[in-house]
C-alpha cells in the first residue's frame, strides 16, 4: 500500500506493507512523472499501518529540515 505525501514542491511515496504482527513504512522521493523513485532511507515499523506512515512522514519532515543530506 502507498500513499502520496506532497512537501513543497517534492513529491513522495510512503509504502507501508505488513511486518510480522505490525506494519512497515519507507519513503520513497517521486522524481519525475514516469514513475521513478529513489529512496529516502527512512523506514520505520508500528503496531498499525498509520503509525508506522506517521512515523516515516515526521522523520522525512525532521530529514528535510536538516538539510544536510
Known amino acids: 500500500m502507498a500513499k502520496e505525501v ?4 517534492r ?5 507501508s ?3 510480522d504482527r505490525g506494519w512497515k513504512a519507507q519513503v520513497l522521493e517521486v522524481l519525475d512523472d514516469h ?3 529513489r529512496s529516502m532511507e ?21 530529514r528535510l529540515r ?3 543530506f
Open 6 to 9: 506532497k512537501i513543497g514542491s
Open 11 to 15: 513529491r513522495f511515496w510512503i509504502v
Open 17 to 19: 506493507e505488513p511486518n
Open 35 to 37: 514513475g521513478e523513485t
Open 42 to 62: 527512512i523506514e520505520t515499523t508500528g503496531d498499525t499501518r498509520s503509525v508506522a506512515d506517521d512515523r516515516a512522514v515526521g522523520q522525512l519532515q525532521h
Open 66 to 68: 536538516d538539510q544536510s
